[in-house]
């Protein structure tokens, strides 16, 4: 069986051990982040022929299970992929809608092109990602802060070990139930300064979302979490100083007079899709933005002047989080007991409102999945 989504075919193959439904319900019951995976994976080849013509085709939704890969895969040696990460939220009446999903088809092909990976026409990435919620519909959680993660994913599969890009590739996607990303009541985290390691460099794949630029943060990861925080933040340390981001989000900062402040995209930092999306609700709230070079001395001095008054992070898989404090063996910013700031929370409800369809999308940011 086939079926058109976004005017590409994909074929159907359902899987033959699917959950049951009592299965599927204790999952979901408590599905915590990244843990459990639905029953089906969205799939789209590319290849290259013999007179060196690429393109996509045998697009496809099939049971979620092991990969195949030969073990000179090209994406085993070299680290060629790309991925991108998008929710599925359920509304009040059952239908299934996510959030700015061309915004992450961009992003993933920006990336591409830093990797030297083939270009996804947006009809696939949209295509995948509806035929797969259509099929693991009853997968989506309804609960408060719950969604279905999806992981869009570019591999480079070609049994090939010259350095060179590969010429077969594989996209996928899949998904995956969550529950809040840092678990429990929203409450302000403790962040970690990295003082030995970069997430990124200057002329580097910062700006590309590839598994390479989260495996250079792991190390510094686990010691943010030997000490107790929960995220760890990188600096530009050849540059004043200057804050980039966490492991996996960015950061934002709440002026007394009520203006936020972010860093500005240098190359080094990830576009986020929450980021642009927090710009643009807090304009639309009357609040002034402004991206530019902010130096840890100026998160120190701001917080004890009472010029900063509010910092959070934003992400896709944790929405906003508050930070409450800030520190290495030698730093300590903020308080322990701080509590939520009320911009942090009036952000993230009105964008958690327009996700989950309680607040109207006035930009069209919504495409219904199921």
Not at 147 to 152: H, Q
């Amino acid at each position: 069986m086939t079926q058109t989504a976004h005017g590409v075919e994909f074929s159907q193959q359902p899987s033959a051990n699917p959950k049951s439904a009592q299965e599927r319900a204790a999952i979901l019951a408590n599905p915590g982040f990244g843990n459990y995976f639905t029953d089906h994976t969205a799939v789209v080849d590319y290849s290259v022929d013999e007179s060196g013509n690429g393109g996509w085709h045998s697009a496809r939704v099939e049971a979620y299970g092991p990969i195949s890969l030969d073990p000179s895969a090209a994406v085993l040696h070299y680290g060629q992929e790309i991925f991108e990460g998008l929710k599925a939220y359920r509304h009040a009446d059952g239908s299934v809608w996510t959030f700015r999903p061309e915004a992450n088809a961009a992003r993933l092909n920006s990336s591409a092109r830093r990797l030297a990976l083939p270009e996804l026409p947006a009809e696939y990435f949209l295509g995948a990602i509806r035929e797969l919620v259509s099929a693991d519909r009853e997968w989506v959680p309804g609960g408060d802060g719950e969604a279905l993660y999806l992981r869009p994913f570019m591999i480079a599969t070609e049994a090939f070990l010259g350095v060179r890009a590969a010429r077969e590739v594989s996209f996928r996607v899949i998904a995956s139930p969550a529950g809040n990303y840092f678990g429990g009541e929203l409450k302000p985290v403790s962040i970690w300064i990295s003082r030995e390691y970069a997430r990124a460099g200057r002329g580097g794949t910062g700006a590309a979302k590839c598994g390479g630029n989260y495996a250079a943060s792991l190390i510094a990861q686990q010691e943010a979490e030997a000490n107790g925080c929960k995220q760890v933040l990188f600096l530009d340390q050849a540059n004043d100083n200057a804050v980039e981001e966490l492991g996996g989000m960015n950061v934002f900062f709440v002026m007394k007079d009520g203006s936020l402040v972010t860093p500005a995209l240098t190359g080094t930092i990830l576009e986020g899709i929450t980021r642009m999306s927090v710009i643009q609700v807090a304009k639309d709230m009357g609040r002034e933005v402004s991206e530019r070079k902010i130096t840890l001395d100026e998160w120190r001095d701001g917080v004890a002047s009472g010029e900063i008054a509010e910092v959070f992070a934003c992400g896709t898989a944790a929405v906003i989080t508050p930070i409450g404090v800030l520190r290495d063996a030698t730093e300590f910013i903020g308080s322990e007991d701080a509590t939520a700031g009320e911009t942090t929370m009036a952000i993230r409800t009105q964008l958690l409102g327009i996700q989950t369809g309680a607040v109207p999308d006035t930009h069209g940011w919504l495409t219904r999945l199921a």
